[in-house]
């Protein structure tokens, strides 16, 4: 008797994992051939020139001499897969041009060739999608890069860039990255998230954006703080929507990310330095630069380092109402980081002086978290009170408070009022804001769980 795995001449029967792999070689081999025909048929200059229904002709021209070449024959639904595979890597790039495409997907992660992941709804998936070889992954890489006249070498292994639609790209290649040419990219929403949507999500109550919407008319100085993924980019295009129109705006950003509504905004970004080293602009550049554009709010998408004390400077003088945006666990990590950033400008300042300059310069801090069902939430809303000694004092005016778990695994729990009414409600007055205190005043039962849960 025969084994299941062996045929009658005893060899062994491919499983059916192993035809699947099979099958799909053999299309990418197809489609490398026929992709090889139709740059030698129209020329890679020319065919930027011609329209995509013309390429998809030449395509199926090109696929069908191939087969014929070949003495092959597949099915419509593998020569369309064909066509697909060849029309993204003329017109798109490659083999995650539909994970681009994709709106579910939030980001994409590509370590080497034959590994690409994914990210939705918060959670990461690997994908069966795959490129050829290193050199596939670096020619895809190069179609990202080249027309921003940026270059990617073993001379200069690492790359910022962004995509046309602005998702944000970070490439890294050997000798620095072992697996093979990487390739990240952040998704850029082409209709960004509003307030309602955050609401709907759980990231913030009703209460809670309507009191952010008044800090952000009252020109508080707002720093919004998280970790990487947390959706601190986005909170900040939020709160951003809620500068009056008659204002101008000013925003800096490494890559341009915002997607402010208003009229009257100056879009700024850093450029790295080009082949030579020069032409470097740093982000501090560009918010020295933003004091003399008479702007009315100065928004920057991430302090990262001496800019910082250009920041705060900004927001002692007259630039008040600007945002930000800071790596940082918590708010008083948030501070530290602040701290630490100042000391990176170079200037020799006590940290007593530094510590004087944040608590003025600060009036709220906004915490996002990530949670483990992939969910993003406002979990602090804390005020920047002053000085105490040498201590910047804070205090949580709204906190999330998690109570568990669903059947599905996603978080329970509630934001709620502390029951500390802000000291900066002075500007709200001054500003015509007027927020009811009734929104700080938690009833009785959030009261005993606020005092059980400090």
């Known amino acids: 008797m025969l084994s299941n795995d062996l045929t009658l001449n005893g060899s062994k029967r491919p499983k059916p994992v192993e035809n699947i792999v099979n099958k799909r070689k053999e299309l990418e081999e197809i489609a490398s051939t026929t992709l090889g025909y139709v740059i030698d048929s129209i020329g890679n200059k020319q065919i930027e020139t011609l329209q995509r229904k013309e390429i998809i002709e030449q395509i199926n021209d ?3 001499s191939t087969l014929e070449e070949q003495n092959r024959h597949l099915s419509h639904p593998d020569k369309q897969k064909i066509v697909n595979t060849v029309v993204d890597e003329i017109l798109g790039f490659g083999p995650i041009t539909p994970l681009i495409n994709d709106p579910t997907v939030t980001e994409i992660m590509v370590n080497g060739p034959q590994k690409i992941y994914v990210e939705r709804e918060g959670k990461i998936y690997k994908t069966e999608i795959t490129f050829r070889n290193d050199s596939h992954v670096m020619h895809i890489i190069d179609k990202i890069i080249t027309p921003l006249g940026r270059r990617v070498d073993e001379g200069s292994p690492m790359v910022d860039a962004r995509l046309p639609d ?5 490439v890294i290649i050997p000798p620095l990255s072992v697996i093979g040419p990487s390739i990240t990219v952040r998704k850029f929403a082409t209709d960004p998230y509003t307030l309602e949507d955050l609401i709907s999500f759980g990231t913030l109550t009703t209460e809670m954006a309507k009191f952010l919407r008044s800090c952000v008319r009252a020109r508080t100085n707002i720093i919004v703080s998280g970790g990487t993924g947390s959706g601190k980019t986005t909170f900040l295009n939020v709160l951003s929507s809620f500068i009056p129109h008659s204002e101008r705006i000013v925003t800096i950003e490494d890559a341009a990310e915002l997607q402010l509504k208003q009229e009257h905004v100056v879009t700024l970004e850093s450029r790295p330095s080009n082949i030579e080293g020069k032409g470097l602009v740093t982000i501090r550049d560009l918010v020295i630069n933003s004091l003399r554009m008479r702007p009315d709010r100065i928004v920057v998408g991430e302090v990262r380092g001496g800019e910082c004390l250009d920041m705060l400077q900004a927001m002692n003088t007259g630039h008040d109402g600007s945002i930000t945006t800071v790596h940082a666990n918590n708010p008083r990590d948030g501070l530290a980081r602040l701290e630490t950033m100042v000391m990176m400008a170079g200037m020799d300042l006590p940290l007593r002086a530094i510590r004087e300059q944040v608590s ?3 009036d709220l801090i906004i915490h996002s978290a990530r949670f483990i069902d992939g ?11 002053g000085m105490e000694g040498d201590t910047i004092t804070i205090q949580d005016i709204f906190v999330f408070r998690q109570d568990g778990f669903d059947e599905k695994g996603n978080i329970i729990g509630k934001n709620i009022p502390t029951g500390i009414i802000p000291k900066f409600m002075e500007k709200f007055k001054a500003h015509g804001e007027s927020t009811s205190t009734a929104v700080f005043k938690a009833v009785e039962e959030t009261d005993n769980i606020w005092r059980t849960f400090k």
């Open 62 to 64: 090109s696929l069908h």
């Open 166 to 170: 602005g998702s944000r790209v970070n």
């Open 360 to 362: 003025s310069a600060i």
């Open 375 to 385: 969910t993003r939430k406002i979990t602090k809303i804390s005020e920047v009170v």
